[in-house]
């Protein structure tokens, strides 16, 4: 009787032929933990563990929210916002920075790339609970906001000038650095004597974010707000006094802004999405929308009394 002995393959042939296999692709029954085990030529050892690629956030707080944000230079930067109501920036690899702080606690966002800005939306999972934010690499602001939240004085000036004989309106628009222009002061009349320049003052100044002021008045008599950017806009923040001069068919000629006055306050939404050039948001609290200034970014007292306007 002959006994056959079998002899198994070394190390490094087994090895070899396995690391020519994706572990997903492994026959059934090969290794029953072979997920956890790296194969290289010559050799097989356990696959590496968890490694943190970023440094750590003081005080252990969750992360309850990460996006990349894609900038204008097609670079992606990560967002994290923590529990605490910090936003961090991710402006170097493995580095978080603080880009601001002070949000709602135990909040998520939600976010859209467009248009160069990450547009954010602040919930807690069932609805909006915190206002819309834009960031774009370098300002965090707001979406949208109030208009001035009253109107500037305004009579007569002693000068000659063109306006017309009869009541007018005039009224004052806020424009962010981000462009948007915010719904108009409440309207301020007066009685023009006619062949005068108009002397406007105590013209509402806003937050920091405020980077420009439009005037739009009304022809005599009428009801609709034009504005002549060569003569009514105040490129500032500063700037609380003009005299401004325009006849009826200068005035008519220029930009409507009527359709400001229907402007809305964009309120805390739980979501938003980019879509055919526009941004859509949704998951808005029940509120009241007919208040003036009550986010306070509607203007201050150009006295200095520290009072909100309106």
């Known amino acids: 009787m002959s006994i056959e002995t079998f002899s198994p393959l070394p190390l490094n042939v087994f090895g070899s032929w396995i690391t020519l296999l994706d572990p997903s692709d492994a026959p059934p029954g090969m290794s029953p933990n072979l997920a956890d085990v790296d194969f290289f030529p010559g050799g097989v050892r356990t696959r590496p563990g968890l490694v943190s690629e970023m440094t750590g956030i003081g005080g252990t707080p969750q992360i ?50 467009h248009f160069g800005r990450e547009y954010m939306a602040l919930g807690d999972g069932l609805l909006g609970q915190d206002l819309p934010r834009q960031f774009d690499g370098v300002h965090f602001d707001r979406v949208s906001q109030s208009g001035p939240g009253e109107g ?5 000036s002693s000068t000659a000038g063109s306006v017309s004989p009869g009541v007018h309106q005039v009224a004052v628009v806020f ?18 004597a006619g062949n ?43 700037t609380t ?20 006055f229907a402007q809305v306050e ?45």
């Not at 910090?86 to 690899?93: I, Q, R």
């Not at 500037?152 to 007569?156: E, G, H, I, L, N």
């Not at 719904?183 to 023009?192: E, I, K, M, Y």
């Open 175 to 192: 424009v962010t650095r981000q462009g948007y222009w915010t719904a108009p002061s409440p309207p301020v009349s007066w009685t023009a």
């Open 64 to 113: 309850n929210g990460l996006k990349s944000y894609i900038n204008t230079n097609l670079q992606p930067l990560l967002l994290a916002l923590d529990s605490l109501g910090n936003l961090y920036e991710e402006n170097s690899p493995g580095v978080l920075s603080l880009l601001v702080a002070g949000l709602k606690p135990n909040l998520y966002f939600a976010s859209a790339t």
């Open 152 to 156: 500037p004085a305004v009579a007569d």
């Open 266 to 310: 964009l309120p805390a939404q739980l979501g938003t999405v980019a879509y055919a050039e526009r941004i859509f948001w949704w998951g808005e609290r029940a509120n009241l929308d007919n208040w003036r200034n009550l986010s306070f970014d509607g203007g201050w007292d150009a006295s200095g009394n520290g009072r909100p306007l309106g």
């Open 196 to 238: 005068l320049k108009v002397s406007v003052t105590n013209i509402p100044t806003g937050p920091s974010n405020v980077v420009q002021r439009l005037l739009a008045f009304t022809a005599s008599g009428g009801a609709s707000f034009y504005h002549v950017p060569a003569s009514m806009a105040i490129n500032d923040n500063t």
């Open 241 to 260: 006094s003009l005299t401004v001069d325009f006849s009826d068919t200068i005035l008519l000629s220029g930009t409507s802004l009527d359709y400001l």
